[in-house]
């Protein structure tokens, strides 16, 4: 089956918010097993939403609108979607009561009296109750075609997404998608791209992606199946051929986890804890990695070293190394991260030391260059990177690498 | 004159990425006085496109595509953009070089075949260089329409329309549209909204609209204007009201100035210097402050002092206060806040100590409880706040309020 949406909203057109309703409902109708090829935007006009409207459903089985459905004079949707289906509006009272006392509860208020026409509904519409705001969703079912209505605002359109208009749907499209996301670091995205390339023409069920991701490559695999059981028997050949080509370097196959957390985890299992010594990146490398809940367990101390004076006395990092081999070297990376180990008393240390930009670049050590330290139980690796991006750009791959480098370093292998 | 935008992919489509380039192009366009009225997404597919550029011409004068200027298969706008205006493609023997060089500078290696049909330019088109990756854009001008192509990545497409688009376009339409932003701290959303009310509902020129920003609340003034120097003009009244009304909590007018670079500003006029010590932020907050490029003359050092033993041993926070009060309460937060600011001979210090979930939580002390400790010359002030949010909500909140409170106390106000 088909689906198609309209995000309904002059704001859309005019850049003033992105559009995350319709990157939301694609996400989920594709993940039910429903096929998109149609999606459009169209401001608070009730001429081009019709024709939008008819289009649509010349076109498509299902179509979802979001947003239009509030008490202003430019809330459309329900009005030009009745009429295009020749129905009368009329008041539902349950609706109605709902809204006064939502006004009650949310506003301590009185309902103004434009907000009533929100309860207004399509003669035949399924009312879908609004448990975030007050504008009811709406389904109506006529010639075959499904037409759902939606709240504009995420925090309202989600719960009630999940809620009913997925279980709707799914009644609607039993058979769904399933998909994993195969996380990968320590190699570059155009070889792991070339390691897979077989594999992205040949397979069609499951099928396999690539995605963007700082410093990682991440491939999805998706299966169309029945049920989820029916979902892990297709997985399993195709998951296993990619640990075959990638081995260790695969860190989790669960989009939910992390690269910290993967660490975090590898960190307990081992009974270590770590620490933290940065200057370039200034926090948001163990910003990441305190992003883990219980990360406490395994981190208890860092340290921000953003001047040379704070690398001495912090993590007693030498001044002759300094003043021979400067802030931004393998030598003084390789000393903040034995000096934090030891200031902290933990088993494992990343130090990060660089030049992140736009300014501080010299043509012997330019803006870009970083290196990362990285000591685990005695050993110090240093590594040595070149980036090529803004000042957040840079920092944020040098976390990335950081990461990648600890991961490594633990599980004892390059 | 009226733009319209399709954007190029399956993966939108599927709900695999959020299509932020419509976002951005839309506002951008808006900003240059041009109507959208038309926003939609099509898939890799040639007939579908074909259709969809052609509907887009016959009521559009503008049309930009972005995406699906790639080495693969699945790449067809140019192909298909050629076909409708009756072009023939000729490979562009500077684009292939600059190609070649891209490979050869940023992948050290050689050009693999399937990227020479990213040199493949329709006969008439004008070539718009690509400075961050290999598919050049393409203008083409027929019948009195315009064509713009454009390469998908964010931070392709970005660079390529402030340096080439943007000027091209605003030649086709000089009258522009022009925004401040006005950014105001230490004040809640509702209560702001409030107070200019009635400005919202009255201005038409300039127009003000509130932008969502966490811990923060933003208004865009919007000015049509046939250059900036009327824009400034038409400015100068609204802004001098809402001087008046929100007095020293505008941080910036200025859309590209952060509150953490407002901060390093008056740290830098002041003469002072600042630390941090984070418990529940681990490092977020110092990685705001070290966003801001030179904030290396005012912020040397910092910690994370994520375990009670570190805030005792890196701040000298008081054993007594730990085992009376908690690590979680305004007595640690003024004694981390005091310690850091002795620790790293600082003018200035920020603390914060908090349980940002979703475990640690108690009857007494719930999930979202933070307290913000500022030292300014001598002087410690500490806020308590209750955030309501999930782990990354409620650390990004409590670094907002952490910034704001700086600010506040440095400006010597409440």
């Not at 103004?112 to 109750?129: I, L, S």
């Not at 009630?160 to 499209?173: G, H, S």
């Not at 200031?343 to 260059?369: C, Q």
Request: charged share 25%.
């Amino acid at each position: 089956m088909t689906v198609e949406f309209i995000s309904v909203g002059t704001e859309i057109l005019l850049g003033n918010i992105v559009n995350t309703n319709a990157a939301y409902l694609s996400e989920q109708c594709a993940a039910l097993g429903l096929s998109c090829f149609h999606q459009s935007v169209v401001g608070d006009n009730e001429e081009r939403l019709d024709e939008a409207v008819r289009k649509a459903l010349s076109r498509s089985d299902i179509l979802i609108l979001s947003g239009g459905l509030g008490p202003t004079k430019d809330d459309l949707t329900k009005e030009v979607v009745a009429k295009v289906f020749g129905k009368e509006l009329y008041e539902d009272g349950r609706t109605k009561e709902r809204i006064q006392d939502y006004f009650r509860r949310v506003h301590s208020d009185q309902v103004t009296p434009n907000n009533w026409k929100q309860a207004m509904v399509p003669e035949g519409a399924k009312v879908v109750d609004n448990h975030n705001g007050t504008a009811p969703g709406l389904i109506l079912e006529e010639n075959g075609k499904t037409v759902i209505l939606l709240p504009g605002p995420p925090n309202e359109i989600k719960p009630m997404f999940e809620r009913d208009i997925a279980p709707y749907l799914n009644e609607l499209q039993p058979e769904g998608i399933y998909s994993k996301m195969v996380k990968i670091c320590s190699i570059g995205e155009s070889k792991a791209e070339t390691m897979v390339a077989d594999l992205m023409d040949e397979q069609t069920n499951p099928t396999i992606a690539p995605y963007a991701k700082t410093g990682e490559v991440h491939f999805r695999v998706t299966a169309k199946a029945s049920d989820e059981e029916v979902a892990e028997q297709l997985f399993a050949p195709l998951l296993e051929e990619l640990s075959r080509r990638f081995g260790d370097k695969i860190y989790t196959t669960r989009e939910e986890v992390t690269l910290e957390a993967a660490i975090v985890s590898l960190l307990e299992e081992k009974k270590m804890t770590m620490t933290t010594a940065e200057s370039c990146t200034g926090g948001l490398l163990a910003g990441r990695i305190t992003n883990v809940p219980g990360a406490s367990n395994v981190y208890k101390e860092g340290y921000i070293t953003y001047s040379n004076d704070a690398k001495e006395r912090l993590l007693g990092v030498k001044r002759e190394t300094l003043v021979q081999y400067g802030a931004v070297s393998p030598q003084t990376a390789k000393e903040m991260a034995r000096g934090a180990a030891k200031a902290a008393g933990a088993d494992a240390a990343l130090s990060v030391t660089g030049i992140a930009g736009p300014g501080g670049g010299t043509p012997e050590k330019p803006v870009g260059l970083v290196y990362v330290g990285c000591y685990v139980k005695g050993h110090v690796r240093v590594e040595e990177f070149h980036f090529t991006g803004n000042r957040d750009k840079n920092r944020e791959f040098a976390v990335a690498r950081a990461l990648t480098l600890l991961r490594e370093e633990l599980l004892g292998t390059k």
